[in-house]
């Protein structure tokens, strides 16, 4: 009786511990925005960097390319994924991945380009538009959960450089990429309370457990 409440407090504190709001909460795009308006054309690939406010976990991709890249900063590739264009209008659809953990402050990239950077690719321009002109590109929005936005070409050696000259590049997207993610909750303070003090008693309390039979 004493190892089956012992048990169930354990896992009590874990229920408060890690919290459930992770499945429960829906999907955020990193980028949303109008139908687009201006149509380019890159050799390389297009991308965009920018630094995470909290902990995201990404879930799905869209993408005007048959590839995306996440990048540690603006040298290191951490994932790539193949992107089936299956619609005329990708943008709007987005295609589950295997999850990518991103950790809130660190500097990341997301590019969109062909394997091999092989040709060229097809992106959108959007950008400051508060006159809604039909000649102008269409305006775009960052989520609240992404600071430091800036939009980038990617030649085919994977050098970045300014889609547009600074500072305009933070305020003009080359659409090839985008993502979707759920915002990684933190522990609570109480959660993590009863954690520790689960494992402490579990210790001191099991007969099985090496440690409790020296006490």
Do not use: C, H
């Not at 965009?48 to 603006?74: K, N, R």
């Amino acid at each position: 009786m004493r190892i089956f409440a012992l048990k169930k407090f354990f896992f009590a504190a874990l229920w408060f511990g890690i919290p459930q709001a992770l499945e429960a909460q829906g999907s955020l795009n990193a980028l949303s925005f109008t139908p687009p308006s201006v149509v380019g054309y890159a050799n390389g690939g297009v991308g965009w960097t920018f630094v995470p406010t909290s902990d995201l976990l990404v879930t799905a991709i869209s993408a005007t390319a048959p590839q995306v890249s996440f990048w540690l900063g603006m040298n290191q590739v951490i994932a790539n994924y193949n992107y089936v264009n299956s619609s005329r209008d990708p943008i709007y659809v987005f295609q589950p991945v295997t999850p990518l953990f991103l950790s809130a402050g660190q500097s990341y990239s997301i590019s969109a380009q062909n394997p091999n950077f092989a040709s060229t690719i097809v992106f959108y321009v959007f950008g400051p538009n508060p006159g809604g002109s039909p000649f102008g590109p269409a305006p775009f929005s960052v989520s609240a959960y992404i600071s430091q936005f800036a939009s980038y070409s990617v030649s085919d050696t994977g050098q970045w450089s300014p889609l547009a000259t600074p500072p305009d590049n933070s305020s003009y997207l080359g659409f090839g990429p985008n993502f979707q993610f759920q915002v990684v909750p933190e522990p609570s303070w109480l959660g993590l309370l009863l954690l520790a003090a689960s494992a402490w008693y579990y210790r001191r309390a099991d007969p099985f457990s090496s440690s409790a039979q020296m006490l």
